[in-house]
């Protein structure tokens, strides 16, 4: 857990402002205005500030340094503007734990409403804690597993369903599938060993018969040496027509349909 000084959202503020002026060329250019709003810069700079604080006493993320945050969670979490997603009107986000990526894609997406889940009763509420202080205007907690009957999740509700680091793909399918509104996405990040996955002859099957094709998205963050995916899963719909492959810039992504 990260013990140091905590930074007050108004010193870092102009570190955001200026890390995501950095970062915005590699989003779609219908995103880029997005980013660099008042309110999605202040936003952040308040998550920041209020998870290092929480670090101090509760487990939520190995590094909290809010530079070292910013510089790869929060970057990292907004990896589906890199491939030029649009905002879903529902988005339901399974294991938020520490508020990855829901709360950057929350504050991004202003007008979606975002469903963070979380098992981790100190973790959930720490995120309810940001719906109340943050710009989350259409944001709620669901303390539970998504899996468990209990959670009361609608099935067929969500038109963007994501994971960053839980599970296996199969498995976060298996527990999205029923979640998601026709012609949805799943969207997982991922690493490279990952995507050996999609070619399971099981999954490969279940995903054939239900009538979704994959798609890997590839992309680099400003700065970070890391070879990041995002898998995403998408029922009948090509998901290609929608991803931005931009060689102009120096991080745009590339897309790979999976057969």
Known sequence: MNTGETTTPGELVPIVRASLHDFSPSVAATARALLETEEVVAGIASFLAQLAQANQVMNLTADADPRHVLATHVRDSLAPLMAGMSAPRSLLDIGTGGG??????ALAWPDAEVTMSESIGKKARFLQ???ETLPLRHARVI???VEDPAANLPH???DMITARGVAHIAVVFQYAHPLLAAHGRIVLWKG???LAELDDPPFVATLQRLGYTPAVFSYALPDIERNSKLVILQEVAPVTERLRSDPASPHAGRVTRRS
């Open 143 to 145: 303390h539970g597993r």
């Open 156 to 158: 067929h509700a969500f």
């Open 100 to 105: 990855f990526p829901a709360v950057p894609l």
């Open 129 to 131: 804690s940001l719906v």
């Open 192 to 194: 490279e060993r990952d």
